[in-house]
């Protein structure tokens, strides 16, 4: 473990550390383009020089290709490092546009924050003498680039080839018409995408969905995590609503990865980073619904409550427990399920319960980060003791067959659109052999225009959540704005119903809800809502797993 | 004026009619140098090398046989590459020695290789040299079918096979690891120091020997005349002799021969036979375009080894001697060779991305006639700007003489200006 010195003060740091993460242990930032902790060092940008004195002797070093040494002093602010770092910022503006107002990285751009704080140069450069390169190139599906804006860092080729392993990205060209394009004939169409975007210091690749949205200051920003899959990246949701008349619907304006090195570094996939378009759509479901009386009324959620209690308690007076089947969803937070459980499994001694299907275990699944199980909680779902359905080989699916045979005299469904699942005949026999449906949902569709009853559920970003994916971490999500309408969480639903039957649910609050769960529950004993923080916590008994660094298992050689 | 000098070391079969094929270079004594190091065992040969003082020849002046023995011990497989990319501005010495002794430098290589333990020589040579790298691939042919190139090299355990490979016309692969990038076959972007050598992290990660056509053609002489005479023949520290290109204002241009150590002077006037037309001698780039330019008082009584030339602020370099006289413009000499380097930088890093680009903007203003004298200080501090701040060292190529141009020869910048 080396000592060494920053700016004066003594700092020890890991071995095989470079002097960028060493300076950053002491929250000084020493600016560069080209290094990213996630991708290997190239050294060509060298706005990371700074001066270095090893065994008395002084040198100018790119700190991000040189590895803190014992008694190494290294300076960062001095009068000749801001010099090489004003030479470098003046070599980047020479020909940069300065189209700042228009573009999308203003406010969070490295040329500019650099050029605030070392530069402060005047242009020697007269404007008619600019190069001009190729502008609004559409390098694939999802991401814009404007070369003339580019930096060459090559972060984003390094991406390509390193994590992705795709290599849709090159630097052709040499000397001063090097430029940044996509490979002959290939498109950046890779599954991470969006990453070059985070990547890219300045504002040269663009995310075509979030180009020309919203100024970046005017966003305000929530850790939260993702529900697209069993992985549960790690993210931020930019947000802004007090701009509507940019676009009244549009709540969340993009997500971002958030750094987690247990789950998902630095990275998130296309799906998830696209994925918050539904927390906006037009097809959310944002008031109660009832087919039942057909005249055009909507019903308040109180009265939908009244009357799904009171058919509840009919079946079970007239045939038991066993005439009623819950298909839960794995997509529900700890919380939900644990009330849902309270009701269901310990009050009403329903059996018929599942939350494992197979048609959400059909998603893409890769090294990097894709799960094909696209549940977020189904490892918490088991762990607070909804297990699969039926005797042995049995599950979910069966339960869904048993209940399209008409076994069932109340389906209580939440959140799966079946319509989107099973065929129309099939639905026809659901229908006609099940005496009432209630369709717990997030959004218009063909099963809640089926159901008798549907009662809106608020989204992930709506709520606070707790959630445990399949490493066994529980992360939560946090509530970044209010439900849409009259959509509730789902917790609070079963609380709703809970009083109807006589079910003792003190906690008002996620937070209450997931302390009692640790209080209750072995697996997630020792923790708490605190306790989570803003990475999450493995269960209880569930050792941490190793630090996995991200890369494709398919390189190009590179030495 | 080929090859033509005071001493005949290297060159001394270059007037032999048909020495590129196999039975006339073994008349001549081809390969028996390498049967005699093969004898040695290979860190001999490397001791022998380094006692020679041999330098290397492609610019930096590296010790050559000090650079072999940095190869790691246990490391295996193992390449030689032979830099025959010789694009440098004025050099024209390697394509000399592959059109008319390629066996003496294939012999050198063989030599390195065994010394090294090497499975493979990779032959780089610069993708314009279309009829050298033809002469070399049918010298290589030659010696493959005798037994001196493949498996179990004259019945010894060593085996080594040689590939040729064509440049495809850029200057940065002549540096070292751009030439390696080069034969992996991606863009010639020089590698990032550290790893500094080649030597241990080099082609595919391999232990990697990368050595000019030059120096590695003087290791069959040295095994020849021994390492001491071979010493004794340049000046301290600067074995044995070199081949001097000769350009510019002189009555005989050409590649000459000479022991390191020579005069410039005597370079210029005994053996380029003096200035043409009675002109007088204004400056002196006394080792391809990237050195520093020597005024013509900074020539009198310099020797051409690498210690004298630096001493004097410039470099040996390739050995490359442009010589220029009183009627030729600084200015015009200037952006010429900004231009070139603004042409070969590689793009990888920005200094030298955007500097050079700057640099050949600047000095179009002095020939165009719309220069101010705030351009010439910008021009030096530019050139400062890109000094020593690049991954490789082309961005000194073009900062170095830049600098000393408008150091030495302000005032015929400051004629140009407006104002």
């Given at each position: 473990m080396p000592w060494l010195e920053i700016d004066g003060k003594p700092v020890e740091v890991p071995a095989n550390l470079n002097l960028i993460e060493a300076a950053r242990l002491l929250n000084v930032e020493i600016p560069h383009y080209c290094y990213h902790a996630g991708l290997t060092v190239v050294g060509s940008c060298r706005m990371c020089q700074v001066e270095v004195e090893i065994g008395g002797r002084k040198s100018i070093a790119i700190a991000c290709n040189t590895k803190a040494a014992d008694g190494m002093k290294v300076t960062t602010k001095s009068e000749t490092v801001q010099k090489l770092r004003r030479s470098i910022l003046e070599f980047y503006l020479q020909h940069h546009p300065l189209d700042c107002p228009i573009c999308d990285d203003a406010g969070e751009c490295d040329l500019q924050n650099y050029y605030m704080e070392h530069g402060l140069h005047d242009s020697r450069m007269p404007l008619e003498e600019k190069k001009h390169k190729h502008k609004v190139?559409?390098?694939?599906?999802?991401v814009v680039l404007d070369s003339e804006r580019c930096v060459l860092c090559s972060r984003c080729v390094r991406f390509c080839r390193e994590i992705t392993g795709t290599d849709e990205l090159g630097i052709f060209g040499h000397g001063r018409d090097a430029e940044l394009l996509n490979?002959?004939?290939?498109?950046?169409?890779?599954?991470?995408?969006?990453c070059v975007v985070d990547l890219c210091p300045v504002g040269a690749l663009t995310d075509k969905d979030f180009r020309f949205r919203r100024r970046v200051w005017y966003m305000k920003r929530t850790a939260s995590i993702c529900t697209g899959c069993s992985r549960g990246c790690n993210i931020f949701v930019d947000w802004e609503t007090d701009r509507r008349y940019k676009d009244p619907v549009r709540r969340i304006q993009r997500l971002k990865p958030r750094y987690n090195e247990q789950v998902n570094e630095w990275w998130m996939c296309d799906q998830g980073r696209h994925g918050y378009s539904l927390v906006d759509s037009p097809d959310r479901l944002t008031v109660p619904k009832t087919n039942a009386q057909g005249n055009g009324h909507t019903p308040t959620v109180d009265e939908v409550i009244a009357r799904a209690t009171a058919k509840i308690e009919a079946a079970i007076e007239k045939h038991g427990a066993s005439s009623i089947a819950v298909l839960a969803s794995a997509a529900s937070s700890h919380e939900d399920l644990f009330a849902l459980r309270k009701l269901f499994v310990e009050t009403l001694k329903v059996q018929n319960l599942d939350c494992t299907f197979s048609f959400e275990m059909k998603g893409k699944e890769d090294e990097i980060l894709m799960r094909a199980d696209l549940t977020p909680n189904r490892r918490g779902a088991l762990e607070l003791g909804i297990k699969p359905w039926g005797g042995e080989g049995q599950g979910g699916d069966d339960l869904l067959n048993a209940a399209v045979e008409g076994e069932f005299d109340v389906v209580i469904v939440v959140r799966h659109d079946l319509s989107s699942l099973l065929s129309e005949r099939v639905l026809t026999k659901l229908r006609k052999n099940s005496g009432y449906i209630l369709y717990l949902g997030t959004h218009h569709n063909g099963f809640a225009e089926l159901a008798d009853d549907v009662l809106p559920l608020a989204m992930w970003a709506e709520r606070d959540g707790s959630y445990t994916n399949f490493q066994g971490r529980v992360q939560k999500t946090n509530h970044v704005f209010d439900p849409k309408g009259f959509a509730l969480f789902e917790w609070e639903i079963w609380k709703k119903f809970g009083a109807n039957f006589g079910v003792e649910l003190s906690e008002s609050s996620c937070f209450d809800l997931f302390n009692s769960i640790g209080r209750s529950v072995e697996a997630f004993s020792a923790l708490t809502w605190d306790s989570l923080g803003a990475k999450g916590a493995m269960l209880n008994g569930v050792p941490e797993p190793p630090h996995r660094r991200i890369q494709t298992s398919r390189p190009l050689a590179a030495y | 004026m080929i090859g033509n000098g005071s001493v005949r070391l290297l060159s001394k079969n270059f007037d032999v009619p048909n020495m590129a094929t196999l039975d006339v270079a073994m008349k001549h004594g081809a390969y028996d140098m390498l049967k005699r190091a093969m004898k040695l065992k290979p860190e001999e040969v490397t001791e022998l090398v380094k006692a020679s003082g041999l330098r290397g020849h492609g610019g930096a002046g590296f010790s050559a046989g000090t650079k072999w023995g940095f190869?790691?011990?246990?490391?295996?497989p193992r390449y030689v590459c032979v830099?025959?990319?010789?694009?440098?501005?004025?050099?024209?010495k390697d394509r000399l020695i592959i059109e008319r002794d390629p066996h003496l430098m294939l012999e050198g290589a063989l030599i390195c290789a065994y010394a090294v333990q090497a499975e493979r020589i990779y032959i780089y040579i610069r993708g314009e040299y279309y009829y050298p790298a033809k002469v070399m691939a049918e010298a290589i042919k030659q010696a493959q079918a005798k037994g001196f190139i493949g498996q179990k090299i004259l019945g010894s355990d060593w085996s080594c096979t040689v590939h040729l490979q064509n440049g495809a016309g850029a200057y940065i692969c002549g540096e070292e690891t751009g030439l390696i990038e080069s034969l992996e076959g991606k863009k010639g972007w020089p590698r990032l120091k550290p790893p500094f050598y080649p030597a241990a992290i080099g082609l595919w990660g391999a232990p990697t020997i990368v050595n000019n056509v030059e120096t590695l053609a003087f290791v069959p002489r040295i095994l020849d005349i021994g390492p001491e005479k071979f010493a004794a023949m340049g000046s301290p520290k600067n074995g044995g002799t070199g081949l001097f290109s000769l350009s510019g204002h002189v009555n005989k241009p050409g590649v000459y021969e000479l022991p390191m150590g020579t005069l410039l002077t005597d370079l210029i006037h005994?053996?380029?036979?003096?200035?043409?037309?009675g002109k007088k001698l204004k400056a002196v780039i006394p080792g391809g375009s990237s050195s520093h330019i020597l005024t013509a008082d900074e020539c009198e009584n310099l020797p051409l080894d690498f210690e004298s030339v630096a001493a004097r602020g410039s470099m040996l370099g390739s050995a490359a001697v442009m010589v220029i006289d009183e009627t030729v413009s600084i200015p015009q000499l200037m952006h010429w060779m900004v231009r070139f380097y603004a042409h070969e930088s590689c793009g990888q890093c920005t200094p030298c991305r955007e500097g050079t680009d700057w640099l050949l903007r600047l000095s179009k203003k002095f020939l165009e006639g719309t220069a101010r004298k705030r351009d010439i200080d910008d021009m030096w501090q530019l050139a400062d700007n890109i000094d020593g701040k690049t991954i490789c060292a082309l961005g000194q190529a073009v900062a170095w003489p830049t600098k000393s141009y408008l150091v030495k020869f302000r005032h015929e910048f400051e004629a140009l200006c407006r104002n």
């Open positions: 190139v559409e390098v694939g599906p999802h490979a002959p004939g290939r498109k950046l169409d890779n599954d991470y995408s969006g | 190869v790691p011990k246990d490391k295996f830099n025959g990319d010789e694009s440098e501005p004025g050099t024209c005994k053996h380029g036979g003096g200035i043409p037309n």
